[in-house]
């Protein structure tokens, strides 16, 4: 078993950064990629950015260039920063561990971008 717990959303200005978080605990050796995924209102849930074991990294085209995908093996924890926040980056933010037995998810944090 994996678990997710995810941290870091809140309430930003166009143009401003966050840094979200995501902390996995349980069978975490097993895990040979984990990423980030956002749903938007009424729309459809998709990835934004994947990291593997070995650290290759692969980004939406809609976030590229603004948005990196990092990990911290030492506490098993996998960051998104975020810069130049736009408001329809606007979503629930999720979490997600693949490993051959299945795929885990965070119960998501909250990204706000507006006035």
């Known amino acids: 078993q994996v678990q997710l717990v995810e941290s870091g959303g809140g309430l930003v200005q166009p143009g401003g950064s966050l840094r979200l978080s995501c902390a996995a605990s349980?069978?975490?050796?097993?895990?040979?990629?984990m990423g980030w995924y956002r749903q938007a209102p009424g729309k459809q849930r998709e990835l934004v950015a994947v990291?593997?074991?070995?650290?290759?990294?692969n980004y939406a085209d809609s976030v590229k260039g603004r948005f990196t995908i990092s990990r911290d093996n030492a506490k098993n924890t996998v960051y998104l920063q975020m810069n130049s926040l736009k408001p329809e980056d606007t979503a629930v933010y999720y979490c997600?561990?693949?490993?051959?037995?299945?795929?885990?998810w965070g119960q998501g944090t909250q990204v706000t971008v507006s006035s």
């Open positions: 990291i593997t074991s070995s650290g290759r990294t």
């Open positions: 349980g069978s975490i050796f097993s895990i040979y990629a």
């Open positions: 997600n561990a693949d490993r051959v037995a299945g795929a885990y």
